[in-house]
């Protein structure tokens, strides 16, 4: 099972940058004489940040045409027919603002709450009410057949194109090949690309109509090729599961498919917000699933001050640590993060469904004072962590789990309330 993968991954959409957009490089176009024999790749795979790949990466698109050359036999050689091969590369370019793209990495990124602001905005939770009306024949039978909400799957929708209005108007294809081309993540990208060309091949679409993101990712809820060949669904019957075109019903059946294939439970909520005792000891946060009757003997509490209901195993999540919203996170939780890994991500989407179907928004209020740890400031955090013999076990300037673990053991070492939230403060105390 491959998992999808979002122009967010983040939790935030990738936007070009305004200097991106003035004089474009010329590209060089691939007329491609398909050969049908095998051969060696010219580019050998490398690893990310090796010196190599920077110096591939200077190579730019000197090499392109040779190695979509050889691409094709390798692709022929993985049963994609030599006719499909040949319409699906020829005339494609290498493209140097989609590696400058892949390049650009924030500097600073958003909090939480911020995010949570612009992804479950008023706006956004209207128009998605509107969704819901307008194609409630289509999705009643949707979240019938896959068991999945249908608001969590509009929310998804909502947040992947902004309900269709953003699905992307790049080369799929080509997007795909600048980047196995370039090396960064070159095995990664080619298989997208073997992918892709099998979904020609399926004949769901025309190469030069498979349109999405920068980054591979298609249609209205922006699949991944492998992702697509596993999961997408023909609902509407027409013979093509068709992603790309303006009617969305196949797009979104292909997304209840994806979430009910990795064990979504109808009817079970993907968190509820809970209130935690006065004293209470966060660093159980860690410790993984509890029912929820272990909880409550915690004194863990719905926010009306009752007993949460049992939808089984949960995580107690703190966001913004002990000073924000606290979660007890079900199976769903994890099931959204199979469509995209982010924690923010998978909180919106279970957020925004829940306020299209008219719940509140949450009761406690987050720490909005706080600053956002920049990326050079969160390596900074983990090498002094690591420093101090608490392992964050690798400098990537991300706050995954490893990390957050890190800073509760540092913080029950230190006296202090050990949350594993990454702030200003842990990193001053680190200083």
């Known amino acids: ?94 493209d140097p603002d989609i590696i400058a793209l892949d390049r650009n990495q924030a500097e600073f990124s958003k909090q939480l709450w911020e995010y949570l602001d612009s992804a479950v905005s008023s706006n956004r939770i209207n128009t998605g009410r509107s969704m819901l009306s307008r194609y409630a024949t289509a999705l009643d039978k949707i979240e019938r057949r896959y068991g999945v909400d ?12 902004a309900y269709g209005g953003f699905r992307g108007n790049t080369d799929t294809i080509e997007a795909l090949a600048t980047l196995a081309y370039d090396g960064r993540r070159g095995a990664f990208f080619e298989e997208q690309l073997v992918a892709a060309l099998k979904i020609v091949q399926a004949g769901d679409v025309n190469p030069r109509a498979m349109k999405g993101s920068w980054a591979g990712a298609m249609g209205h809820t922006q699949f991944m090729p492998t992702s697509y060949l596993d999961h997408a669904v023909d609902f509407t019957g027409d013979g093509r ?102 924690t923010s991500y998978a909180m919106a989407v279970g957020h925004l469904g829940a306020r299209m179907r008219g719940a509140p928004d949450f009761t406690a209020s987050w720490p909005r004072g706080d600053r956002a740890l920049s990326s050079r400031e969160k390596e900074e955090m983990q090498k002094r962590l690591t420093a101090k013999g608490f392992s964050t076990n690798g400098i990537d300037g991300r706050v995954g789990p490893d990390t957050i673990a890190a800073i509760r053991r540092y913080q029950k070492a230190m006296g202090l309330v050990a949350d594993g939230y990454a702030s200003t403060d842990l990193l001053t105390h680190l200083r």
């Open 150 to 161: 249908k608001e969590i799957v509009v929310a998804i929708w909502g947040l992947e194109s």
């Open 1 to 94: 099972m491959r998992p999808v993968m979002t122009a967010l991954t983040i939790a935030i959409a990738a936007q070009a940058s305004p200097a991106l957009a003035q004089t474009p490089t010329p590209r060089p176009t691939s007329g491609i004489a398909v050969a049908q024999a095998a051969t060696t790749s010219p580019r050998p795979l490398l690893r990310p940040g090796a010196p190599e790949q920077i110096q591939q990466a200077s190579l730019g698109a000197a090499g392109f045409n040779a190695w979509v050359q050889d691409f094709a036999k390798r692709a022929q050689r993985q049963g994609v027919p030599f006719e499909v091969v040949k319409a699906s590369l020829t005339g494609i370019r290498y």
């Open 241 to 342: 599961r068709d992603i790309w075109s303006d009617n969305p019903v196949d797009a979104l059946a292909s997304t209840a498919a994806y979430l009910d294939d990795f064990g979504w439970k109808k009817g079970q909520p993907w968190g509820v917000e809970v209130r935690v005792p006065q004293g209470f000891d966060y660093a159980v946060a860690g410790d993984g699933e509890k029912t929820v009757a272990a909880w409550s003997r915690l004194g863990v509490r719905g926010v009306d001050g009752g007993n949460v209901a049992n939808h089984g195993k949960a995580q107690l999540l703190l966001p913004a640590g002990a000073r924000g919203p606290a979660f007890l996170t079900f199976g769903n939780f994890d099931v959204i993060k199979r469509y995209n890994a982010s």
